[in-house]
């Protein structure tokens, strides 16, 4: 009996330390949001939340309000869904709020990739310096040239036929490809085989490297949760040793034309470091993060276009003058258009349209590491007691993209909601008579706006206008619904549709 008892302690101790752990003796102290914790213990409400997260924060907002906290797999999650109020979360202090602690955490799960110590700030740094003024010239040239490349090689030929094709498919596909070109590089032209025969490589090669990519992406979800079976997690490590393989340093070093971009943070890993096996994991990183949503984007983009005949005249007759403004006319037998930078500053509409695209299709999650006891000051003046260790996250989709206050008859794509009666820029909206500053956020806020978003933007609209210019293309049945969004992707960026739309295009020259 003398024995007993320590045991039988021990393991009370024992199991109050780990009921502890699984969260079910926390409960909401004075000034603190609502709580939810669910019914699971330390699970929470994860299934409900990766099953449809949308839906679930929809029922938290109308149960708990615009602030409230809920247990998420072990880790307390507060979501500030006040608009008004989000300068509290995208301008505190990285001493109290932490992005990187997150994305470190999400990047050595999906790709292996290990973070080092100012990993944010070189992205930064070689970001602001390539994909931004100049450098953003470079890029655009190189994106334009690899466009025409893959979208205009048959030119001039007689190869003009109606050809049928599913959009998503065919979308992300190009735009995914030429990005790809754009920032890692072509194939030598003087590895013997000439400049037609290494573009016809550059096509061969990106798209069995997309073949790849898209089983990858279509992994990337449950990859995020850590929930694959053993047989996906075999895949997902064959293709992530297929992609550690194919974008390697020592295999880049064979390209020509690298993107400055590219190779800085090649470089600077170097010099901080670290080994050519990391600097390859990381590759991979920056072709998901660069490409994995402006190809859904496309889509998107082209669809509502289609489907609003209004939208795609008056896109359309922009994309033909700014063309003639710049002294350039397309016709058969002539030259390509030279599409540059500047030309893609004279769009405010076809802005507009891809703005609204991005309001009803992008849907990030922004999330926060609570690093010290804070307190979140709300536009209204509450006031409310946040604990370090837990998380803090906005979903902006619910929050502002599909507020009838903000944005009135949310559901609906309208392509000049982004434009002033004058034809200028609008950025002036309201909810509950104040305006409101983050009117959009499909690229993030704060440390974690995303840093390629004007080169997104450009591919973006180098895409849109070559298919205006080049190409006759329509959907194959007009009458078509517009897909639902494919609700496993909430919160990780531009969202794809939960079916493909088929549709026709042929070369008008």
Same mark, same amino acid.
């Given at each position: 009996?003398?024995?007993?008892?320590?045991?039988?302690?021990?393991?009370?101790?024992?199991?109050?330390?780990?009921?502890?752990?699984?969260?079910?003796?926390?409960?909401?102290?004075?000034?603190?949001?609502?709580?939810?914790?669910?019914?699971?213990?330390?699970?929470?409400?994860?299934?409900?939340?990766?099953?449809?997260?949308?839906?679930?924060?929809?029922?938290?907002?109308?149960?708990?309000?615009?602030?409230?906290?809920?247990?998420?797999? #072990?880790?307390?999650?507060?979501?500030? %869904? *006040?608009?008004?109020?989000?300068? +509290? &979360?995208?301008? $505190?202090? !990285?001493?109290?709020l932490d992005f990187n602690k997150f994305a470190e955490h999400l990047v050595r799960r999906v790709f292996g990739y290990s973070a080092i110590e100012n990993d944010h700030h070189i992205l930064n740094v070689s970001s602001n310096r390539h994909l931004k003024g100049e450098g953003l010239e470079v890029m655009t040239q190189?994106?334009?040239?690899?466009?025409?490349?893959?979208?205009?090689?048959?030119?001039?030929?007689?190869?003009?036929?109606?050809?049928?094709?599913?959009?998503?498919?065919?979308?992300?596909?190009?735009?995914?490809?030429?990005?790809?070109?754009?920032?890692?590089?072509?194939?030598?032209?003087?590895?013997?085989? #000439?400049?037609?025969?290494?573009?016809? %490589? *550059?096509?061969?090669?990106?798209? +069995? &490297?997309?073949? $790849?990519? !898209?089983?990858?992406?279509?992994?990337?979800?449950?990859?995020?949760?850590?929930?694959?079976?053993?047989?996906?997690?075999?895949?997902?490590?064959?293709?992530?040793?297929?992609?550690?393989?194919?974008?390697?340093?020592?295999?880049?070093?064979?390209?020509?034309?690298?993107?400055?971009?590219?190779?800085?943070?090649?470089?600077?890993?170097?010099?901080?470091?670290?080994?050519?096996?990391?600097?390859?994991?990381?590759?991979?990183?920056?072709?998901?993060?660069?490409?994995?949503?402006?190809?859904?984007?496309?889509?998107?983009?082209?669809?509502?276009?289609?489907?609003?005949?209004?939208?795609?005249?008056?896109?359309?007759?922009?994309?033909?003058?700014?063309?003639?403004?710049?002294?350039?006319?397309?016709?058969?037998?002539?030259?390509?258009?030279?599409?540059?930078?500047?030309?893609?500053?004279?769009?405010?509409?076809?802005?507009?349209?891809?703005?609204?695209?991005?309001?009803?299709?992008?849907?990030?999650?922004?999330?926060?590491?609570?690093?010290?006891?804070?307190?979140?000051?709300?536009?209204?003046?509450?006031?409310?007691?946040?604990?370090?260790?837990?998380?803090?996250?906005?979903?902006?989709?619910?929050?502002?993209?599909?507020?009838?206050?903000?944005?009135?008859?949310?559901?609906?794509?309208?392509?000049?909601?982004?434009?002033?009666?004058?034809?200028?820029?609008?950025?002036?909206?309201?909810?509950?008579?104040?305006?409101?500053?983050?009117?959009?956020?499909?690229?993030?806020?704060?440390?974690?706006?995303?840093?390629?978003?004007?080169?997104?933007?450009?591919?973006?609209?180098?895409?849109?206008?070559?298919?205006?210019?080049?190409?006759?293309?329509?959907?194959?049945?007009?009458?078509?619904?517009?897909?639902?969004?494919?609700?496993?992707?909430?919160?990780?960026?531009?969202?794809?549709?939960?079916?493909?739309?088929?549709?026709?295009?042929?070369?008008?020259?």
């Open positions: 009996m003398g024995l007993l008892l320590p045991i039988l302690l021990s393991f009370l101790a024992a199991l109050i330390g780990g009921l502890y752990l699984l969260g079910v003796f926390r409960q909401r102290r004075p000034g603190e949001p609502p709580l939810d914790k669910g019914l699971i213990p330390w699970l929470g409400h994860v299934l409900e939340f990766r099953r449809n997260t949308l839906k679930f924060l929809q029922r938290m907002k109308q149960k708990h309000g615009d602030v409230f906290t809920i247990q998420l797999g #072990g880790f307390y999650v507060t979501f500030l %869904q *006040d608009p008004l109020s989000f300068g +509290a &979360l995208v301008k $505190e202090s !990285r001493d109290k190189a994106m334009m040239s690899n466009l025409q490349n893959l979208m205009l090689h048959n030119m001039g030929s007689d190869q003009r036929a109606w050809r049928e094709d599913s959009l998503f498919a065919y979308s992300y596909n190009i735009v995914f490809r030429a990005g790809y070109l754009s920032l890692y590089g072509n194939e030598a032209q003087e590895s013997n085989l #000439g400049e037609e025969k290494a573009k016809e %490589q *550059d096509r061969a090669e990106s798209e +069995a &490297l997309f073949y $790849e990519f !898209r089983k990858y992406d279509q992994l990337f979800p449950n990859l995020a949760y850590g929930v694959l079976t053993p047989r996906k997690k075999r895949e997902a490590d064959r293709l992530l040793a297929y992609f550690w393989n194919t974008l390697s340093v020592e295999k880049m070093r064979t390209k020509d034309n690298i993107s400055r971009w590219v190779w800085d943070m090649q470089q600077a890993k170097t010099e901080a470091g670290m080994n050519d096996s990391m600097i390859n994991r990381y590759m991979f990183v920056l072709l998901w993060a660069s490409q994995g949503n402006t190809g859904p984007s496309a889509f998107w983009l082209l669809l509502f276009l289609m489907k609003h005949p209004e939208a795609m005249t008056a896109v359309k007759e922009e994309v033909d003058r700014v063309v003639k403004e710049s002294g350039q006319e397309v016709r058969r037998g002539g030259p390509i258009v030279d599409l540059t930078r500047e030309m893609l500053l004279k769009t405010p509409i076809l802005d507009s349209a891809v703005e609204e695209t991005l309001r009803l299709t992008a849907a990030p999650l922004l999330t926060r590491a609570v690093l010290q006891d804070m307190t979140l000051k709300m536009a209204d003046g509450r006031e409310y007691f946040i604990r370090q260790g837990d998380r803090m996250a906005v979903f902006p989709y619910i929050a502002v993209h599909i507020d009838p206050e903000i944005h009135p008859d949310p559901h609906s794509f309208k392509y000049d909601r982004f434009l002033n009666p004058d034809g200028t820029k609008k950025t002036e909206f309201y909810k509950a008579g104040k305006r409101v500053k983050y009117y959009t956020m499909p690229w993030g806020a704060g440390v974690s706006m995303c840093p390629g978003r004007f080169f997104a933007t450009n591919e973006l609209k180098q895409f849109v206008f070559l298919m205006l210019l080049y190409f006759d293309f329509e959907l194959k049945n007009p009458d078509e619904k517009i897909p639902e969004i494919d609700f496993r992707r909430w919160g990780f960026g531009s969202m794809q549709p939960d079916r493909d739309v088929q549709f026709r295009y042929r070369l008008r020259y």
